[in-house]
């Protein structure tokens, strides 16, 4: 059982440390995209919101801390969900059917990091 959770927390972590890696690579084509959400500094935010998702995913991914990690990764995922994603506010038929299913997939992965906090610590197998 101990080599399953770590296998689910290497996919967890995992998607989250590449998912802020990719905001480092793709600044340029992020910033844009987050300028007409409305983000203020927005490449600041991009930015920001890179090294809270590489934090975040790393804390998770290795067990260290992983309170924080989880703190983390709420820190990112209401904001992002709630700005980014906000389907509702979207006229065009494609691109609020993909907001949609990104703000549901963001709020799947932030019970999932909710229910992180129900794991006595420290984990098994964690540094």
Do not use: C, E
Request: glycine share 12%.
């Amino acid at each position: 059982m101990h080599l399953l959770f770590l296998a689910g927390r290497v996919l967890y972590g995992g998607f989250f440390l590449l998912a802020g890696i990719d905001h480092f690579r793709h600044v340029g084509m992020l910033t844009p995209y987050a300028a007409a959400k409305g983000v203020p500094a927005p490449r600041l935010g991009v930015l920001g919101s890179g090294v809270v998702l590489i934090l975040g995913g790393a804390s998770v991914l290795l067990g260290i801390r992983p309170t924080w990690g989880v703190l983390l990764l709420t820190v990112f995922l209401l904001p992002t969900s709630f700005m980014i994603h906000n389907y509702w506010a979207v006229t065009d038929p494609a691109a609020r059917q993909m907001d949609a299913v990104m703000f549901k997939k963001n709020m799947a992965l932030l019970g999932a990091a909710w229910m992180l906090l129900l794991i006595p610590q420290p984990w098994p197998l964690s540094l």
